[in-house]
């Protein structure tokens, strides 16, 4: 049967059916698997296993300037970490704070730090009244939880092809002194897969706000997490706000929880000189150190940011086969129906799924029911409120190839069926 939209009620009940008996046969298998988050196979993980053992006695803990890691102190990180992720994203030495596990504990700092102390000098936001964020969705749902916690206001905001809706965002961030910031995951988006565009990050380095403490949230997470030889580019964000005077507006965040341990990783802080010297000053308060020996394992193991990039080719080899999979899977059994699309991302950690309308979260249920946790639908809109209720979120990475295959045809199946009870009630 070709597409469901131009099918007669008959094929439709048809077809209902046959799909309503696959998806018993489905239930039946008892699988249980949770796709729910976005994180590495264990086969990733264990790419990683010299990294263990780099360190290898107490004559191994000293920085290349005779810095003894194991003791306390250089709250920014070691000067040969500095070097080597500052390299990787881009930003000068000065530009950047290496932290410890997680990128998502430096955003919510960033945030209490914003609530408490205020952005760029101003007004704490705690005593700003009500404090609103630009969200584009669907977006990463970490971030509308942060905002949840601190009481932050969230305006959804298109996600385009290329990026957020700029015309969208200039509209609001100009009007409305209550707009303090927006959430950015600018390359393979979660969970769109997408990469902004020269242009659009050029709007966001001479976007004119209302707020003076307007900031940008750069959550780089997957910035060289590509699934082929070749890299889509992204415009540098600091660069290209120092070039409009406006490089005190922009936080960046990454991690290497996707290179080398989620559990075990090193996080970065980049922004401008003056909002690094800031930080530095509220970091000496709250540590008086991250932990430098991880910093070092990451250092000693790669060598340099080109050893990153290539362990990160070696992740590709594992992860392409993965999304080959979901994709071909997604188009064998949903590509000439009419009531599904999705994108074709280039790296990062998803596909986002967009199903007939109204049916996201009836076939989250029925997948839940044959044994496939996805992410809540939902989950990738502020408030958990997808308004055409049709956006789920794939994480293909952590099954293994079988599981998976079983997993997205299980979905496949959801995905159908729900389609054919909407349109059965037609
Ligand atoms: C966009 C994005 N940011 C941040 C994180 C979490 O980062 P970390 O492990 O460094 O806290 C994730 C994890 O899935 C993510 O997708």
């Known amino acids: 049967m070709k597409s469901y939209l131009s099918a007669s009620q008959m094929e439709l009940r048809n077809e209902y059916n046959q799909i309503k008996e696959q998806y018993g046969e489905f239930c039946k298998s008892s699988l249980k698997l949770d796709m729910s988050r976005g994180k590495p196979g264990a086969d990733q993980l264990d790419l990683i296993e010299g990294m263990l053992t780099v360190l290898a006695g107490n004559q191994d803990c000293y920085t290349r300037n005779g810095w003894d890691c194991r003791n306390y102190g250089l709250v920014d990180g070691i000067p040969e970490a500095k070097a080597l992720f500052a390299e990787l994203i881009g930003v000068q030495e000065s530009e950047l704070i290496v932290m410890g596990n997680s990128s998502l504990n430096i955003m919510y700092d960033t945030m209490a730090d914003a609530m408490l102390f205020g952005v760029n000098g101003k007004e704490p936001w705690c005593k700003q009244g009500t404090i609103k964020f630009l969200c584009p969705a669907p977006g990463y749902d970490r971030h509308f939880t942060l905002c949840e916690t601190f009481g932050i206001e969230m305006i959804p905001v298109k996600m385009n092809a290329d990026g957020p809706d700029m015309d969208q965002v200039e509209q609001l961030a100009s009007s409305d002194a209550s707009i303090k910031g927006i959430w950015c995951v600018p390359k393979y988006s979660n969970p769109t897969g997408i990469t902004y565009s020269d242009e659009v990050v050029r709007r966001f380095a001479s976007l004119k706000t209302a707020a003076e403490d307007f900031c940008i949230y750069w959550d780089n997470a997957y910035l060289i997490h590509d699934l082929n030889a070749e890299t889509e580019p992204l415009l540098d964000l600091l660069a290209a706000?120092?070039?409009?005077?406006?490089?005190?507006?922009?936080?960046?965040?990454?991690?290497?929880?996707?290179?080398?341990?989620?559990g075990a990783g090193v996080a970065l802080f980049a922004a401008s000189e003056t909002n690094i010297a800031r930080r530095k000053k509220k970091l000496c308060a709250q540590t008086i150190g991250?932990?430098?020996?991880?910093?070092?394992?990451?250092?000693?193991?790669?060598?340099?940011?080109?050893?990153?990039?290539?362990?990160?080719?070696?992740?590709?080899?594992?992860?392409?086969?993965?999304?080959?999979?979901?994709?071909?899977?997604?188009?064998?059994?949903?590509?000439?129906?009419?009531?599904?699309?999705?994108?074709?991302?280039?790296?990062?950690?998803?596909?986002?799924?967009?199903?007939?309308?109204?049916?996201?979260?009836?076939?989250?249920?029925?997948?839940?029911?044959?044994?496939?946790?996805?992410?809540?639908?939902?989950?990738?809109?502020?408030?958990?409120?997808?308004?055409?209720?049709?956006?789920?979120?794939?994480?293909?990475?952590?099954?293994?190839?079988?599981?998976?295959?079983?997993?997205?045809?299980?979905?496949?199946?959801?995905?159908?069926?729900?389609?054919?009870?909407?349109?059965l009630q037609a």
């Open 241 to 262: 706000c120092k070039q409009q005077g406006t490089e005190n507006r922009v936080f960046m965040f990454a991690s290497t929880s996707k290179i080398t341990f989620p």
């Open 290 to 423: 991250h932990d430098k020996l991880n910093q070092l394992r990451h250092v000693k193991y790669f060598g340099c940011a080109s050893g990153v990039k290539e362990h990160m080719q070696k992740q590709a080899a594992i992860l392409r086969p993965k999304f080959d999979c979901v994709l071909k899977t997604l188009k064998a059994e949903l590509g000439d129906k009419g009531i599904a699309s999705w994108h074709h991302p280039k790296g990062g950690y998803f596909i986002s799924l967009d199903v007939y309308e109204n049916t996201a979260r009836r076939t989250w249920e029925l997948a839940k029911n044959a044994g496939v946790t996805l992410t809540n639908a939902g989950a990738t809109f502020p408030y958990n409120q997808d308004p055409r209720d049709c956006n789920l979120r794939i994480a293909p990475t952590y099954p293994s190839n079988e599981e998976l295959q079983t997993a997205i045809r299980i979905l496949c199946c959801c995905v159908r069926l729900s389609a054919l009870e909407k349109l």
